[in-house]
T-cell receptor, first 112, second 113 residues
Framework: RKEVEQDPGPFNVPEGATVAFNCTYS??????FFWYRQDCRKEPKLLMS???SGNEDGRFTAQLNRASQYISLLIRDSKLSDSATYLC?????????????FGTGTRLLVSP | EAQVTQNPRYLITVTGKKLTVTCSQN?????MSWYRQDPGLGLRQIYY???????DKGDVPEGYKVSRKEKRNFPLILESPSPNQTSLYFC????????????FGEGSRLTVL
């Protein structure tokens, strides 16, 4: 089983739609969780950290479910510019930030 | 401007010809790391460095070397490249005070024939 698993997609949605991605992780000792965004052929960039209580940043909401070992990302009112690959990132158990494990990403395509 | 700079951005080489991919950051970050990204496999860590003269293996270190003689630089060395090292390589850095955010370079696309 992969340490971090994501549905590769692509998710094709129209502008204005709400879309959600899930990501599961296998290491129950993991403490830190992130969503990164990667545009085609570009470097990944941090989108948001994921906190235990859930957190929101504008149109983006991240949730953590420790019992089921998954995190989610909800994007409301999708924009064309949201088209990208979203990477789920989890720290490797008790390694702090030394070892961040990246999922393979979920591709989102927002169409007019 | 705060950034991580990698060179070369694109390189085509032949099996066995030693090459070095440079990485430099201007943010005074202690932590630096190299990743490779392959279709279906995501980003995998090659080596990382917690500080000057301190390096450690990641998940896929075979065929690679690194050094950290200065805080700002973390070169990736392929002593004898092979075709299975054809990949997109990213260097990243992070400061200890940071929440865990990695700052990535723009990537180096390497093809080994």
């Amino acid at each position: 089983r992969k340490e971090v698993e994501q549905d590769p997609g692509p998710f094709n949605v129209p502008e204005g739609a709400t879309v959600a991605f899930n990501c599961t992780y296998s290491n129950s000792a993991s403490q830190s969780f992130f969503w990164y965004r990667q545009d085609c052929r570009k470097e990944p960039k941090l989108l948001m950290s994921v906190y235990s209580s859930g957190n929101e940043d504008g149109r983006f909401t991240a949730q953590l479910n420790r019992a089921s070992q998954y995190i989610s990302l909800l994007i409301r009112d999708s924009k064309l510019s949201d088209s990208a690959t979203y990477l789920c990132v989890v720290n490797g158990g008790n390694t702090g930030f030394q070892k961040l494990v990246f999922g393979t990403g979920t591709r989102l395509l927002v169409s007019p | 401007e705060a950034q991580v700079t990698q060179n070369p951005r694109y390189l085509i080489t032949v099996t066995g010809k030693k090459l070095t991919v440079t990485c430099s950051q201007n943010m005074n970050h202690e932590y630096m790391s190299w990743y490779r990204q392959d279709p279906g496999l995501g980003l995998r860590q090659i080596y990382y460095s917690m500080n000057v003269e301190v390096t450690d293996k990641g998940d896929v270190p075979e065929g690679y070397k690194v050094s950290r003689k200065e805080k700002r630089n973390f070169p990736l060395i392929l002593e004898s490249p092979s075709p299975n090292q054809t990949s997109l390589y990213f260097c990243a850095s992070r400061g200890y005070a940071n929440t865990g955010e990695l700052f990535f370079g723009e990537g180096s696309r390497l093809t080994v024939l």
